[in-house]
T-cell receptor, first 110, second 111 residues
């Protein structure tokens, strides 16, 4: 079964602390993995996609096929990072269809 | 560019009423989809379309209908609203080489 799991509903850290938002997936083929972010009362926005291998707003994520994980990391959290983060999966060729995890709320305290 | 536009932003319905959530995109994207967002459930795919005239069911299609008569528009119809359909609905579109673009969402309450 295709599934994305984000084990933490809420992650609370202090400003300047490292952040790791966990994401594990289950997929039989070759997936494409994404991280989307939703700031308060705003639309979901793409943060990262694994094929781009880039760093956005200081966040990085590496696809680990052995552990079927795509954890989102940032070395020093900022208050403006507070938001809901969703990990999502798409099968190659299944454009327009994403399977989302349950989401993790990141709260960065001053 | 407006991107993906959803209307209305808020809606309250009574059980049994019907309504249509509108979605339009101006990016000439082939793919469009509807998701519902519920606490603890993430986003779940309701229906999607890979082009004008082509639609298919997602994970939670029951109680919803869609049509795609043009590339730009992808309305979502609730035939007989139920309290279980209280949710935030997001429309999204995607081109062949672009990521998924979301609308601002419609917050629906069914009493």
């Amino acid at each position: 079964a295709q599934r994305v799991t984000q084990p933490e509903k809420l992650l609370s850290v202090f400003k300047g602390a490292p952040v790791e938002l966990k994401c594990n997936y289950s997929y039989s083929g070759s997936p494409e993995l994404f991280w989307y972010v939703q700031y308060s009362r705003q639309r979901l926005q793409l943060l990262l996609r694994h094929i781009s291998r880039e760093s956005i707003k200081g966040f990085t994520a590496d696809l680990n096929k052995g552990e079927t994980s795509f954890h989102l990391k940032k070395p020093f959290a900022q208050e403006e990072d507070s938001a809901m983060y969703y990990c999502a999966l798409s099968g190659l060729g299944n454009t327009g269809k994403l399977i989302f995890g349950q989401g993790t709320t990141l709260q960065v305290k001053p | 560019n407006a991107g993906v536009t959803q209307t209305p932003k808020f809606q309250v319905l009574k059980t049994g009423q019907s309504m249509t959530l509108q979605c339009a995109q101006d990016m000439n994207h082939e793919y469009m989809s509807w998701y519902r967002q519920d606490p603890g459930m993430g986003l779940r795919l309701i229906h999607y379309s890979v082009g004008a005239g082509i639609t298919d069911q997602g994970e939670v299609p029951n109680g919803y209908n869609v049509s795609r008569s043009t590339t730009e528009d992808f309305p979502l119809r609730l035939l007989s609203a139920a309290p279980s359909q209280t949710s935030v609905y997001f429309c999204a579109s995607q081109g062949l080489t672009s990521p998924l673009h979301f609308g601002n969402g419609t917050r629906l309450t069914v009493t």
